[in-house]
Structure formats: C-alpha cells, structure tokens
C-alpha cells in the first residue's frame, strides 16, 4: 500500500513538474524523486518479488529520464556544429550503460525467482527496454516468453505484450508476423487505441498485398475513430487511405469514400489524385481532379483552388499534355488576378497565393523545354517543327508576362527569340521591338543590347519585305544610338541611318541624326557637314522655306561650325523661293486655312456659278475632314443650288459617301437628311447607288430610334431599288428596332402593318420571349392578352402551359409545408400510412407536371426542370432528416439507416434534374449564340455594330 500511495506522489510531482518547471529543473526533480524511491526500496530488510518488480520500474524510469538527456544534449549541440551529428551513438554512452544496469537487475530477478507472479510483467518491461534503449535485440524473445507465461488471452499483460510484438514486426518489417498478432490485439475491444491498431494492421495487409483487407482494416479504424471510447486517428487514416486504393488498383473507389465521408475531401483528393497520377492511372487521376474541383465550386472551398490548379499542372505535365498543361496555366494566371483583388478587398478571404512563384517556375520550365525543343527540331529540318507546341509555348510567354510582371521584358525576349528560332522572322521582328521598348523602360541594358542585336541579325539576313526590313533596322539603328551614343558600334552606325532617312527625303530625322553624330563624335565634323549640305538641297528641291528659315538660323549660332560664305548662298536661294511661295496657299494642306479661302471665293461677286459651287463643295469636303458635319451639310447644300443638272449626277457618288462619312462621325440626322435628299432627287435611276442610299435613311434612322423615319423611307423609296429584298432586310431591322426595346405596342403595330411571314411568326416568339425575360408584369399581362388574341394552336397552348406551371409552384409550396410525421409517440403502421400519402404527393406532382419539362417553350421547361430538382432533393432531405420520437436506440438507428437508403433515390433523382437543367442551359446559352433572327442583315459586308441600338451598319462603303 505504502509504494501505491508513492507512486501516485511521483506521478503527481511528475505532472506538476512537466507542466510548470523548465526542462533542466523539471528532469532534476524528476531524477530525485527516483532516486529518493530507489534508496528506500533498497533499504528494506526483506526484499520480496513486489519490491525487486517495483525497482525495476525505477530502473526503467531512470534509463527513460538519461535517455531523455543525452537525447536533448544531442539535439542542442548538433545544431550548433552538425558535423557532431555523424558521432550521434557517442551522446547515448550513458544511456546505454544503465540499460546495462536495469537489464543486469531484471535478469537478476528472473535467476533469483525464477518462479513467480510478476515474470511475465518483468520479461514485458525488460523488452521494452530493450526496444527503447538497448543494442542487444531480446525485444521479441521476452515479448514471445511474457505472451507464453500468461495463458489468459484477457490478460491485460499479455494483450500489452502482443501489442508491442505486433508494432515490433511491424516496425522491422515483418509483415505476416505483425498481422498475426494485430489480429489478435483487436479482438480486445476495450483498448482505448484499437483505431491505431487497426491502422497498423492495414499497412501490414498493404505491404503483404492483401489490398482489400488492407481497405476494409483501415476503413473500420476511420469508423471506429468516430466513437468517443476510442483515439481519434481520423486525420491520419484519411491521410493514407487514399494511397491504399491506388495501391490497390481501386483509385476511383477512393475517391466514391472521400465524396462520400468527408464534406471537405479536397485535401485528401489532392495527393491521391497525385499518387494515381505516379502509378500511370491516368484517365483516372483526371476524374479526380476534376471530383475535387466540383466539391470546391460546389461549397466554395476557395482555400483549395491554388492547389488544386497546381495538381493539375503537374499532372498535365506528368504526361506531356502540353496543351493542357496550357490551358490550366492559362486558369491559374485568371485564379492569380481574382486572388489578389479579393486579398485586397478582403484580408481574410480564404484565396491563397503561396505557390505563385511556384507556378511561375512551372510554367518557365515547360516553355523552356518546348522553345529547346523547336529549336532542335528546325535544325534537323526547317519545316520539320510543330505549330501547336510553338503557340502554346507564346501563350506560356502571354501568362508569364501577366503573371510575373517584373521580369516582363525577359520573356518579351525570349518570345522573340522563339520566333527567331523557327525562323518565323515577320513574327519576331515586332517582338524584338516590344523588347526594347521594355527593356529601355526598366534600364536593362543587357537585354535591350541582345534585342537589339538580334534585330541587327534579322533584318541583316534581308528575309522580310523590304520596305518591312528597312522599318526595323531604322527602330535597331535609332535606339543603338540613343542608348549607347558613342560605343563602337553606333560610331558605324550614325552615316548608315542618316543615309536611310536622307534617301527617304525625311529632313528632320536626318538632321536629328547628324545633331546626335556632332554631339557623340565633334571629331567628324567634315563628314557632318557633307550630311547636311545634302539635306540642303532637299529644302530647296522640295521650297521648303520654313525648315530653310530654322536652318539658316542654326547655322548663325554656330551649329557644324559652316562659313560665313556657305551661309550667305543658302540665305539666298531662300529668297528666292520665297517669292513664288505665296502662290500655292492651298496647296500647303492647311484645311481651316484653306477652308476660309474656299469661303472668301464663293462670297466674292466677281467669280461664276461654276467656281463658286466647286468652291462650296470642296470647303464642305474639307469640313467634314474636321469633323464639322452640319457646317459641311450647309455648305454642301449652298454648292447644290449652283450645280447644272449634269453636274448634280456627276457629284452624285461623292455626295453619298459624304453622307457615309457623315454617320460615321455620329451625325445620324445629318446623314439622314443626306440620304432622304439623294432618294427622292435620285428615284427613277434604281442603281447601287440609290440603294445605298436607301440602306444609309434606314439605318441612320433607326440609330436615333425613329422607327417611324425608317418606315417612311420604306413606304416612299422602296420604289426606287432594283432589288426588292434590300426592302425586306430594312423591314428585318425596324422589326428588331421594336424587339430590342421591348415596345409591346410598336411591335403589334408594325406586325399588324406588315401581317405575312416571316413576322407573324416570328412575332409568337418574340412575346414569348419577352415573357420569360422580362419582369414587367404589365408587359406579361399585355402578352397573355396577345396570345389569346392571336388564338394560334401554338400560343394558346403555350398559355395552358404557363398557367399549369403557377399551379405546379403551388403544389411545390404545399409539399414544403407537409410534415411527415410529428407525434410524440411512434406508430409503425401510423407513420407508414403518413409516409405512403406525403409519396403521394410527389407522384401526384410529377405525373401532372412532368410534361411542363418537355415544353417548346424552353424557358418554361428549364424553370420546371429546376421545379423538379428542387422538390425532389426537398423531400429526400426530409426524409433523411426524419427522427421519430419514442425510439429505442436500436430501433432509431435501424429506422434512420433505412430512412437514408430510402432518401437517397430522391436525392439521387434531384441530381439527375440538375443535370438535366445543366444540359438545357447550355443548350440554351449555345442556341442564343448560334441562331439567326429574321433581324440579320444579310448579304452585307464588313458589318460594324452600333452600340445606340444594337443594329448592324455596312461599313462596306468607307
């Protein structure tokens, strides 16, 4: 009694002293209480089997405690000098030297009472310790003879020692030893670590290949780790399992557990699908992954999809599904941007960004090994490489460039350098260029200076037009000089580029050269001064006085240091060319100049009819040049009433692409009053032209939402076109006018106007459509009306079709109101008949509403569809839920497994509808974007389409 009441001491002490003391002081305390237990053992007179067992637990206690020390002093000074870490058995000397002393003193014991009650717990501790602390490999002897001496399997002895022989094999390996006794171990249920136990023994079964026990062992020690009697292993268990179904060739029944079992798989999801992915399951690993991105669309379980993306990465990468690998990059460069501003509205959002840089590198790695192996491939063959892998390496370049923005002008670069690569030369000239331009925009000289000369390269091989290879040379040679003004190569290079731009008679970027050269290299002053007497007679061969005046006036502040003489003869020709200058005002391009000049003629008296409408019409020409449309209108109007009757049709083109120019300016009225003009003027000749003019008043007309102008040109100038279907395309676009703007009453009127086909079909479906999409209850109330006037098979059917779908939301409501069951007390044969009728219900509901889901009407048959979805995962849900009161545990636990059994025929019925729904959108979506309205303006060219009212202009014409 007196040794139990001090071990419960010690063990109290114990506690308190790990709990509150520091390491050193805790681990002195607990070594004193040993030591003062010890010496009062040691100091009993009669020394009987209970006392020498109780010795042997100090001893153990104290090997523990040296143990726990050299094992701290290892740790600390091997952090401090690794190199100790290679004489690691060095630090546990002590250690083994009292596992010495405890195994002497055990095996003292055993010789001295060789028969007696504790042998069997002295051979358990002596191989624990042996386990722990010793080199001398008796561990599964002494487990072997503890089992043999207790022949009570309920021994709690025994059960301990058959437990660390199994973790013994297990731990050297030896499987069907190890499943032996771990199958002997968990027949004791009331082993508070049975979940670990079972854990065990599914690895044992997994290394023995025995893949379905191992599955089955390790799925009832995650489902036993559900009861409180047991430790929770669920983590550990949901961290492996997944690797046993790939082991087992099962990874698709992995996942089904995971869906199935957790509510948040995605963690357990990624490194199986990775596992799969390593075994060669590929199709497999795909399916998933794309389970795992479901369940984080589904729950909105953002802190996965970094990952998740990830795992795609390498699994595309894997097995060199570069286009894949692509297009996932591609969604990981839209995940980076949606992360980052939902970082930046919301510290807390649950989007991580941890492996961007990772991503990063991913990406540069496949690029890197496609642009290698292109490269490979055109020196084997020019023609002999693949045009996919070379855009898909370009697109890797477009992310990487969003994506990692300071180095940017890196893979600017390295796109040029693919191209080049391939010898798609057209391609990489612009790229060199945008190179440079970011390279001169950080200050990165180097790569600014390999850009440059890989363009030197380029455009020296001349493989591009040539006006093409002149423009990137001139971009090479200009910005050599200005970032390395006086460097070797740009000394050569300043005659080179004067010449370019002198012998495209460019005055002023010649000049802006020969300026640099004088400023980079004074000490070629003679060869400057050659330059710029060349660009001297381009002025006076071109009289161009004002760069003539600028230079002449450079030159007297000293500018290449010309003579007095030299200045004076330039002085002169100057004078000259002055005085015939005046002479050619509007020749200088100078439209307001020339627009006033243009007006003063027509207002002055002195000139006749002929100048003064040509006068008139060049300044509205000139006019509508600036943009001036209605002052252009005035002007072109004042030069009609001077016209002769010849020269109105002679002037007559010009005037209607005038009237072009003008609705491209958004002068739709002016336009308008263009055309209207034109038609009637026009009527009898029925060509082309008129029938542009037809098209330019409609749609200038419906433009400005003038239906009733556009209707007008229809009804007057229909008349005068030479093909009666440019009138059915103007009445297709009033009839879309009416549509876009939702005008109930403008759209019956013009049916009403216009009753054939296409229009009163279509006109059905127009109301129809708007029924669906519109939220006006007037318009829908105006729509009902219309369908029941119309009295059309079709549209009365449809009426029928959307009243039966009110009363279906009706009986929905009433079936979310059903209770199935709520007594206090439960009645088998009560709650049956309570359950047959709420069923009743449902197959009521579907056998009246199911047709709704087939409709023509395909908005309606969507919403019902979801209808079905929603009622049907309601009462699998209920039914699910359903917990009687007045159960037994027994019974409870059978009714709710044959309840969930029951629900999941709903349920699984409900996801059948959301696929079904699924379906129908898309379908929907892809009909939305594939069809044609009567409303398409057909057989027209190059259409533009108008923001003002969604109508298709020809810009054919321009």
């Given amino acids: ?58 001893h153990s206690e104290k090997v523990k405690l040296i143990h726990e020390k050299n094992n701290r002093e290892f740790m600390e000074k091997s952090k401090a000098n690794p190199a100790l870490a290679r004489n690691k058995e060095g630090f546990f000397a002590e250690t083994r030297a009292y596992y010495q002393v405890t195994k002497d003193f055990g ?22 310790n042996s386990r722990d602390y010793g080199r001398d490999n008796i561990t599964e002897q002494y487990l072997l003879q503890a089992i043999a001496l207790v022949k009570d399997h309920k021994n709690s002895i025994r ?40 854990f065990n023994l599914s690895w044992c079964y997994l290394k023995n290949r025995e893949f379905d026990k191992a599955i089955d062992t390790i799925k009832k020690s995650y489902f036993e780790s559900k009861n409180p009697l047991y430790v929770n292993i669920k983590d550990q268990v949901l961290d492996n399992i997944g690797s046993f179904y790939v082991y087992a060739g099962r990874p698709l029944d992995g996942l089904e557990f995971y869906l199935d079992n957790e509510k948040d798989p995605v963690p357990y999801l990624i490194p199986m699908a990775l596992k799969t992915s390593d075994k060669g399951h590929e199709k497999e690993t795909k399916e998933i992954l794309d389970a795992a991105q479901k369940v984080v669309d589904k ?39 949606k992360a980052h501003q939902e970082l930046a509205d919301d510290k807390k959002s649950k989007f991580q960004i941890a492996l961007k840089d990772d991503a990063i590198e991913k990406m540069r790695s496949v690029a890197g090994f496609l642009q ?64 440079v331009n970011e390279a001169k925009r950080v200050k990165h000289d180097e790569l600014a200076r390999k850009s440059l000369n890989s363009l030197l390269a380029l455009t020296g091989q001349e493989v591009l037009d040539k006006d093409e290879n002149k423009k990137y040379l001139i971009f090479a040679y200009s910005n050599h000089v200005e970032l390395w003004p006086r460097d070797e190569k740009s000394e050569q290079i300043y005659p080179k580029l004067f010449e370019i731009y002198r012998e495209a008679q460019d005055d002023k970027k010649s000049t802006a050269v020969i300026r640099s050269y004088n400023k980079a290299y004074p000490e070629h002053l003679k060869e400057q001064q050659t330059f710029m007497t060349k660009i001297l007679d381009q002025f006076i061969d071109k009289k161009n006085t004002e760069r003539l005046t600028y230079w002449v006036g450079e030159f007297k502040t000293g500018f290449l240091s010309f003579s007095k003489d030299v200045i004076e003869k330039t002085e002169i020709t100057l004078g000259n060319i002055l005085f015939i200058q005046y002479q050619e005002l509007a020749k200088k391009g100078e439209r307001v100049a020339a627009i006033k000049g243009f007006e003063s003629l027509y207002v002055h008296k002195l000139y006749p009819d002929k100048v003064k409408y040509q006068a008139a019409f060049f300044a509205s020409m000139l006019n509508l040049e600036l943009g001036e449309t209605v002052k252009s209108y005035h002007w072109q109007a004042l030069a009609y009433a001077r016209m002769t009757e010849e020269e109105k049709l002679e002037r007559r083109e010009e005037q209607m692409k005038m009237a072009e120019r003008t609705y491209r300016l958004q002068d739709f009225n002016t336009s308008y009053k263009i055309a209207d003009f034109l038609l009637k003027k026009f009527c009898s000749l029925k060509d082309d032209t008129q029938t542009r003019l037809y098209e330019i008043g409609v749609m200038t007309a419906l433009v400005e939402e003038k239906a009733a102008d556009a209707e007008r040109i229809v009804s007057e100038y229909s008349k005068c076109l030479k093909k009666p279907e440019v009138r059915d395309s103007a009445l297709a676009q009033i009839y879309s006018l009416h549509e876009k703007k939702g005008d109930f009453f403008g759209l019956r009127l013009f049916v009403k106007r216009h009753h054939v086909e296409p229009y009163i079909t279509q006109y059905r479906f127009s109301l129809q459509k708007w029924f669906w999409e519109k939220t006006d209850v007037n318009l829908k109330a105006h729509i009902q009306a219309e369908f029941k006037e119309l009295k059309h098979p079709e549209t009365l059917a449809w009426l029928q079709e959307i009243n039966l779908h009110k009363e279906a939301e009706k009986d929905m409501q ?19 008949k309570s359950l047959e009728s709420y069923l009743l219900k449902l197959k009521n509901f579907k056998d009246r509403y199911q047709p709704l ?20 995962s309601h009462i699998g849900q209920t039914i699910q839920g359903l917990r009687p009161a007045g159960m037994d545990a027994q019974t409870m636990n059978d009714f709710g497994n044959a309840m969930k059994q029951l629900s999941q025929q709903f349920l699984v019925a409900a996801r059948q509808y959301d696929k079904n729904l699924e379906k129908a959108l898309k379908e929907k979506e892809t009909l939305a974007w594939g069809s044609r309205s009567i409303a398409s303006v057909e057989k027209v060219e190059n259409p533009v389409f108008s923001f003002f009212t969604g109508l298709t202009m020809d810009k054919s014409k321009e």
């Fill in 1 to 58: 009694m007196k040794f139990l009441l001090f071990a419960l001491l010690y063990s109290s002490v114990t506690i308190a002293a790990e709990t509150k003391a520091p390491k050193n002081e805790r681990w002195n305390k607990l070594m004193t209480l040993v030591g003062q237990e010890m010496k009062i053992l040691e100091n009993a007179k009669r020394k009987g089997v209970e006392i020498k067992y109780r010795m042997l637990e100090l």
């Fill in 107 to 128: 095996l003292k014991i055993l010789k001295e009472n060789p028969v007696n009650h504790r042998k069997a717990e002295v051979m358990y501790a002596m191989a624990l």
């Fill in 159 to 198: 059960h301990h020692a058959e437990t660390a022989l199994a973790d013994f094999y297990y731990n050297e390996k030896r499987f069907p030893e190890a499943i032996t006794y771990y199958q002997r171990v968990i027949k004791n249920t009331e082993d508070d670590w049975m979940t670990k136990h079972l």
């Fill in 299 to 337: 729950n909105e379980f953002y802190q996965h999809q970094e990952e998740l993306l990830h795992t795609y990465l390498d699994y595309y990468r894997h097995y060199n599904r570069f286009a894949d690998h692509e297009k996932m990059s591609r969604n990981l460069v839209a995940y980076y941007k």
């Fill in 372 to 435: 290698v192996k292109l490269a490979k491939d055109v020196k084997k063959d020019e023609s002999n490489y693949n045009e996919d892998e070379l855009e898909i390496v370009l697109n890797y370049f477009s992310h990487l460039i969003t994506l990692d923005p300071n180095r940017k002008v890196e893979y600017f670069y390295f796109r040029a350098e693919t191209y080049y690569s391939v010898l798609q030369y057209k391609s990489a000239a612009p790229c060199y260029v945008e190179a």
């Fill in 814 to 832: 009433e079936i979310r109101a059903t209770v199935v069951w709520n007594k206090p007390q439960f009645d088998g044969e009560a709650f049956n």
């Fill in 853 to 872: 889901t087939q409709s023509t009407q395909v908005d309606l048959a969507i919403l019902t569809t979801r209808l079905f979805s929603e009622v049907y």
